[in-house]
């Protein structure tokens, strides 16, 4: 049973028809008083609210609602109902514990699609099946406890339309997450597009993730499909979100809203079926406190969080990860695939990984290629050249902190602070590399 809250008879008849028709049965009220009343007698799956009233035209009545029922009926997920114009309040609701927030007027499909996520994932874990097997990981390796928990999620969330924020350091594995959420979808015939927003300047925001029309601007000599459209049916993985100028924040957030996009040089709207994942190795939270972040968009991207912990935290996982890179690098250059000694092995457990994953994926690759005989010994590391920056001179009694500090400032000091270099070296971003040395209160020049 769903609750429709609303005012407006109208809107509460044409969701009820709507929801009717997917098979779920309704119960309407017209203000927040008989709403309590509905929330005091009985369990809802569901509850969809008007956040504004004719009573009150600050949003007070529904925020005031919003809080009740979330004392009544706490698991119960609320999807809030409000114009474009207050969407402010939306946002305040999503503070107070609302599962998410739909504009007027709305995408019958999106809202469907927000209805059936709500349900799902506020619903009981579904137990283990025989389908559990067929999960495909998309070469995701790790059996560290919190990996297991990751992916756990990664299942159960991964047949829903739930928007999801993918949270970790470069080099963790981020794209591979969002590969196997899109692979596991019932998305999944459909195209997977991915977007480094990072990359993309604002200026070229528009025509890259709306396209554009023959003669739009100088140099468009045809149309132009942009991601969104591309994306059309399937999942569009917008990394490095995090770097995102606030004006192209606020044409993202209206697409991911709505669904639907204008190509530069036309003046007709046009409709996507996308999911959105996006990912950042930025402190998303701290960015809206500074107001560098929207919070309205944080809350559009964010139903969902995962954080893939870095390599530091799964030490572990290591030996795994170097036997596949192992098997890998010598599968993919068809040579007879080397062993390891214990004593090289023991040395890449206890690096400090600044480049996480894909550092060690590197590293082990070219002492794959480099190592005499068929066996990596510690020694061939040290042909390594570039990833030669990562290695300390000591670890012994030294911080994981400590650690990554030495690692960038030795660094720093072979590549005469020229940042690119050493974070190339690093295996990790400019952007990364900036925010590690303001972190460890190092100096650089550019």
């Not at 609750?3 to 929801?19: E, F, G, N, T």
Request: some cysteine; aromatic content about 6%.
């Amino acid at each position: 049973m769903i609750l429709i809250v609303d005012d407006d008879k109208a809107i509460r008849q044409s969701l009820a028809l709507i929801l009717k028709r997917k098979g779920y049965e309704t119960l309407q009220a017209e203000n927040p008083q008989e709403a309590l009343s509905f929330l005091r007698e009985r369990k809802f799956q569901l509850v969809i609210m008007d956040m504004n009233y004719s009573l009150s035209t600050t949003g007070e009545e529904g925020i005031h609602l919003l809080r009740q029922t979330k004392i009544f009926q706490p698991e119960t997920p609320v999807i809030l109902i409000t114009a474009w114009g207050s969407i402010e309040l939306a946002v305040e609701g999503m503070r107070y514990g609302a599962f998410d927030f739909i504009t007027k007027p709305w995408n019958n499909l999106l809202l469907l699609q927000r209805i059936e996520t709500a349900i799902s994932l506020s619903s009981e874990p579904d137990k283990p099946n025989e389908d559990s097997s067929n999960f495909d990981r998309c070469g995701f390796i790790g059996k560290n406890p919190q990996i297991e928990d990751l992916m756990k999620t990664v299942e159960r969330i991964a047949r829903t339309n739930a928007p999801v924020l993918i949270l970790g350091e470069n080099g963790t594995g981020k794209e591979l997450i969002a590969n196997a959420i899109h692979r596991n979808s019932l998305r999944k015939d459909a195209p997977f597009v991915m977007v480094n927003l990072g990359g993309i300047s604002t200026s070229l925001f528009e025509s890259e993730m709306f396209g554009h029309s023959k003669g739009a601007f100088t140099g468009a000599v045809s149309e132009r499909k942009g991601r969104f459209e591309m994306a059309d049916k399937g999942t569009i993985f917008l990394d490095e979100i995090g770097d995102l100028s606030q004006d192209c924040q606020v044409k993202l957030l209206r697409v991911l809203q709505q669904h639907t996009f204008e190509r530069l040089g036309e003046n007709r709207a046009r409709k996507t079926d996308i999911r959105a994942i996006c990912a950042t190795n930025a402190d998303l939270t701290r960015m809206v406190k500074e107001h560098t972040f929207r919070e309205d968009l944080f809350y559009r991207i964010n139903l969902i969080t995962l954080r893939i912990p870095p390599l530091r935290e799964r030490r572990d996982d290591i030996p795994l990860l170097v036997r596949h890179f192992i098997e890998s690098a010598a599968s993919s250059h068809n040579i007879p695939q080397p062993e390891i000694s214990s004593e090289a092995m023991n040395y890449l457990v206890r690096l400090p990984y600044p480049g996480n994953v894909r550092q060690l994926k590197n590293m082990v690759e070219r002492a794959v290629l480099m190592c005499v005989g068929n066996r990596i010994e510690k020694s061939d590391f040290e042909f390594l050249g570039e990833e030669q920056a990562t290695i300390p001179a000591s670890v012994s009694g030294a911080t994981l902190e400590d650690l990554e500090k030495t690692a960038i400032t030795e660094a720093l000091q072979k590549y005469d602070g020229n940042l690119s270099k050493v974070a190339t070296a690093l295996g990790i971003t400019r952007q990364s590399l900036y925010r590690k040395i303001e972190k460890h209160g190092l100096g650089a020049d550019s």
